[in-house]
């Protein structure tokens, strides 16, 4: 049977605990199995299997499905053993249920994003219409297009993240700053950037990056477009991130990709080479283009 779902896999993990042997911690995720499998249930998942040190489930409602993966990154301790983290990856898309299994490009999906995630991290791809099933409990960080294995071409990839005091009625897309105690990102060495005949290296170790019209930036751009503090680009554990900080936007478009990402006090993760395209409108004469080329170490 072909239809519309959207896919959960939630990952059990004990990072407090490794000096206890795998043996410690398997004992762990097996106590812990069964309480996930009747929290995710309570939400009205429809198909639910646990596979390894984790639970898959299926839900008809992207709402359903978005509460509920919030609920448990919100306070995992609250039903299991404490150190518990969980690490979700979330996909709609289209699924197959064949004899009491489910398979299809979105359960796929859903896996690698929860390997991608960090510890209670909701990573997902929820398509375009995203926003009206948001709950006002949920903030939302566009980390950008990320490629998938097993899925041809990038990913628009989203990190959901729980916040303690909602804004009556209202959603707002934020792209907040990272944890100091984060793990550290993957190993970027540095990154070029190229502007009307100037280059300049970034090395990871400098920090963030800082880009704009005043003299007190890193990249200055002479540019009256340009805001005076027009973005910053800082390392996170996804990779370099740009985090647009004008009034009126940056574009970022990637090399031989049609698809053109815009942001607004938003970020998104850096990859490849690319252009980060400083202007409010794409139809702007000659706008402000700013490339960059990202290197690994």
Request: contains cysteine.
């Amino acid at each position: 049977m072909s239809l519309k779902g959207t896919v959960l896999f939630v990952e059990m993990t004990f990072p407090g605990l490794d000096h206890q042997g795998n043996d410690q911690i398997d004992k762990l995720i097996s106590l812990n199995k069964k309480a996930l499998s009747e929290k995710i249930k309570e939400y009205q998942a429809f198909h639910l299997k646990i596979l390894g040190n984790g639970v898959f489930s299926v839900f008809y409602s992207i709402h359903q499905a978005i509460v509920c993966a919030s609920a448990l990154v919100k306070d995992p301790n609250s039903a299991f053993t404490n150190g518990l983290s969980l690490k979700i990856g979330m996909c709609h898309g289209a699924i197959e249920m064949v004899g009491g299994d489910c398979f299809g490009d979105a359960v796929n999906v859903a896996f690698r994003l929860s390997q991608l995630a960090t510890a209670n991290e909701i990573w997902a791809d929820l398509e375009g219409d995203y926003p009206q099933h948001l709950p006002s409990t949920l903030n939302c960080e566009k980390l950008g297009a990320i490629p998938i294995h097993g899925r041809t071409g990038l990913s628009t990839v989203l990190k959901l993240i729980p916040i303690e005091s909602p804004s009556a009625d209202q959603f707002t897309e934020l792209a907040p700053f990272e944890s100091p105690n984060k793990a550290p990102g993957p190993a970027v060495g540095f990154i070029d950037f190229f502007y009307n005949g100037v280059s300049r290296r970034c090395l990871r170790q400098q920090g963030p990056i800082r880009i704009g019209r005043a003299d007190d930036m890193d990249f200055q751009i002479h540019d009256d477009r340009v805001s005076r503090s027009h973005l910053k680009i800082e390392w996170r554990h996804q990779g370099p991130t740009v985090c647009d900080l004008s009034s009126f936007g940056t574009w970022v478009r990637f090399q031989n990709k049609e698809s053109v990402l815009f942001l607004r006090r938003e970020s998104c993760v850096l990859h490849g080479t690319g252009e980060l395209i400083l202007s409010s409108s794409l139809a702007t004469k000659e706008p402000p283009i700013l490339s960059f080329q990202i290197s690994l170490a």
